[in-house]
């Protein structure tokens, strides 16, 4: 069965930062692309960043470009993001999302002082 966990999200202060996790199983990882998702409350969701299945590609939400790194371990079946300079909108749930529609249940990511 398909199953993508999160983890690493918790409170920290405006230039801060975080580092997600999300751990897939059920899958050949390393076959497919991963992506990151964030939903804040009251906004759409929205895109955080993606890496191709061989990490030759990577793309990222204009909010986060040049805050965030996206990378991969296709051994340890895990996604990464690395989220600095952190500021009070990148307080959301954030997800990872693989591959038939596949979502993780979310870990909160909360930036405030």
């Known amino acids: 069965q398909l199953q993508l966990v999160e983890s690493g999200g918790g409170l920290v202060q405006p230039g801060g930062s975080l580092r997600l996790s999300c751990v897939a199983s059920g899958f050949t990882f390393r076959d497919y692309s991963m992506s990151w998702w964030r939903q804040a409350p009251g906004k759409e969701g929205e895109l955080v960043a993606g890496?191709?299945?061989?990490?030759?590609?990577?793309h990222y939400g204009p909010s986060v470009q040049g805050r965030f790194t996206v990378s991969r371990d296709n051994d340890r079946n895990t996604v990464y993001l690395q989220m600095n300079n952190l500021k009070p909108e990148d307080t959301a749930v954030y997800c990872c999302a693989g591959p038939s529609e596949s979502w993780g249940q979310g870990t909160q990511g909360t930036v405030s002082s």
């Open positions: 890496i191709s299945y061989r990490c030759l590609s990577k």
